[in-house]
C-alpha cells in the first residue's frame, strides 16, 4: 500500500530562518512520482514541484529546495530566509503511475507559521 | 489562463438534505479531480474524470455521492443526503492529461458544513 508521511504537524519559525518540512512516503513500485503543493490561507492548492523515482538530483527554485533520497524514502523540502508569505499548509503526495489513473495520495500537510 | 472555477465558495446545509457543487476545469485540460479534505486531513480523491469517462471511482461514497462531467467539460458533484461526516473543502482540480508531468491545477474549493 502507499503511504505519504508528514510527522510534522505545526511548524513554527521567525523570519530569515531557514526551515525544512520532511515528508516520508511508502511505496512498492519503482516508477513514481514525488509532489510538494502549498495550501495558502485561500484555500487553493498550488503546485510546487514534480520529481520522478529515476531522477535523484536535488532541485532549487530561489529560496526553495528539495532533497529527494531514494535510499530514506524521503522528499523534504527546504525554505532558505523564510518570510511571512511562506506561511501556509504545505503538502506532499505520492502518483502512482500503474493505476490507470495515476491515483495522487497526499500526506497529511504540514502547517508553517512565519512570525516577522 | 483562467483557472479552476468552483461554485459556490461555501454552502451550510442540514443533515439529510442534498448539495450539489460546480466546477469548470482550465480550458483544454482532459482530466478533472474532485477532492475531499477534511479539517487537518490531505485531500482524498474521490472520483477522476478522464475526458467524460470516470477512470477512479474507488473511494467515492456511492450510496450518496455521485458526480458527473457531460461534455467533457465542466463537472459537478451531489451529495444526497448529507451526513455530519461531510463537512470538509470539496477541491476540483484539473491537468492536461491523467499523467501527473504538468502537476494539477486546483480551484479554491467549496467548504461544506453539513449542521
Known amino acids: 500500500a502507499q503511504k505519504v508521511t508528514q510527522a510534522q504537524t505545526e511548524i513554527s519559525v521567525v523570519e530569515k530562518e531557514d526551515v525544512t518540512l520532511d515528508c516520508v512516503y511508502e511505496?512498492?513500485?519503482?516508477?513514481?512520482?514525488l509532489f510538494w503543493y502549498k495550501q495558502p490561507p485561500s484555500g487553493e492548492l498550488v503546485f510546487l514541484i514534480r520529481r520522478n523515482s529515476f531522477d535523484e538530483q536535488n532541485e532549487i527554485s530561489g529560496r526553495y529546495s528539495w532533497n529527494f533520497q531514494k535510499s530514506t524514502s524521503s522528499f523534504n523540502f527546504t525554505i532558505t530566509a523564510s518570510q511571512v508569505v511562506d506561511s501556509a499548509v504545505y503538502f506532499c503526495a505520492l502518483s502512482d503511475p500503474n493505476t490507470g489513473g495515476f491515483k495522487t495520495i497526499f500526506g497529511a500537510g504540514t502547517r508553517l507559521f512565519v512570525k516577522a | 489562463e483562467a483557472g479552476v472555477a468552483q461554485s459556490p465558495r461555501y454552502k451550510i446545509i442540514e443533515k439529510r438534505q442534498s448539495v450539489a457543487f460546480w466546477c469548470n476545469p482550465i480550458s483544454g485540460h482532459a482530466t478533472l479531480y474532485w477532492y475531499q479534505q477534511i479539517l487537518g486531513q490531505g485531500p482524498k480523491l474521490l472520483i477522476q474524470?478522464?475526458?467524460?469517462?470516470?477512470?477512479?471511482d474507488s473511494q467515492l461514497p456511492k450510496d450518496r455521492f455521485s458526480a458527473e462531467r457531460l461534455k467533457g467539460v465542466d463537472s459537478t458533484l451531489k451529495i444526497q443526503p448529507a451526513k455530519l461526516e461531510d463537512s470538509a473543502v470539496y477541491l476540483c482540480?484539473?491537468?492536461?492529461?491523467?499523467?501527473?508531468?504538468?502537476?494539477?491545477?486546483f480551484g479554491s474549493g467549496t467548504r461544506l458544513t453539513v449542521v
Open positions: 474524470f478522464q475526458n467524460n469517462g470516470v477512470v477512479d
Open positions: 482540480a484539473s491537468s492536461l492529461d491523467r499523467t501527473p508531468n504538468y502537476g494539477y491545477t
Open positions: 511505496t512498492r513500485d519503482t516508477t513514481y512520482y
